[in-house]
């Protein structure tokens, strides 16, 4: 079965500094994955997906992921982040036909 | 722009209510999902639907029903509300008739369902 692991549950950072949220999945088959952001007291929005190709997906404000095959990981980084990126954010494998999502990562960025 | 609504955004029930949450997409979308969000849990798939009176449980179906009469609309249905019934509910449609594809899920914006 397929599974999503969030290795930190909350991350403080400071404005402007760079920012890695870490997800690891286990799947035996081609994964697809995902990363979903959540502003306060809104839905989930699509960061960035992977699906094949290139290795380091590029999504929305600035964020990037880099999907590892070999350590089954699909960590999460922006180089400087804002105030307005203050959310959490979620990771997920698409198995089964269905979204299997991650703990959630709560990204607190300070002035 | 995809946009999936919800009935409210937020629900106070008492123990023992049926409680009836709405879902709308506006884009023709064939999938349809119900989750529930808890801290440090993450979501957790409730039911799902990819077609008009078509529905497949998820990993925690029990207590809840759904509907699906029309594709745009998607209800979840509490038969008897119970206090660890207390969420966040999401739910989210995706387009295409395989639900083993690769397609975008989107999000309404949820419904916080307290029951007392």
């Known amino acids: 079965a397929q599974s999503v692991t969030q290795l930190d549950s909350q991350v403080p950072v400071f404005e402007e500094a760079p920012v890695e949220l870490r997800c690891n999945y286990s799947s035996s088959v081609s994964v697809y994955l995902f990363w979903y952001v959540q502003y306060p007291n809104q839905g989930l929005q699509l960061l960035l997906k992977?699906?094949?190709?290139?290795?380091l997906v590029k999504g929305i404000n600035g964020f990037e992921a880099e999907f590892n095959k070999s350590q089954t990981s699909f960590h999460l980084r922006k180089p400087s982040v804002h105030i307005s990126d203050t959310a959490e954010y979620f990771c997920a494998v698409k198995g089964g036909g269905k979204l299997i999502f991650g703990q959630g990562t709560e990204l607190s960025v300070k002035p | 722009d995809v946009k999936v609504t919800q009935s409210s955004r937020y629900l106070v029930k008492r123990t023992g209510e049926k409680v009836f949450l709405e879902c709308v997409q506006d884009m023709d979308h064939e999938n349809m999902f119900w989750y529930r969000q808890d801290p440090g849990l993450g979501l957790r798939l409730i039911y799902f639907?990819?077609?008009?009176?078509?529905?497949e449980k998820g990993d925690i179906p029990e207590g809840y029903s759904v509907s699906r009469e029309k594709k745009e609309r998607f209800s979840l249905i509490l038969e008897s509300a119970s206090t660890n019934q207390t969420s966040m509910y999401l739910c989210a449609s995706s387009q295409g008739s395989n639900l083993w594809g690769t397609d975008t899920q989107y999000f309404g914006p949820g419904t916080r369902l307290t029951v007392l």
């Open positions: 639907s990819y077609d008009v009176k078509m529905k």
């Open positions: 992977y699906l094949s190709g290139s290795t």
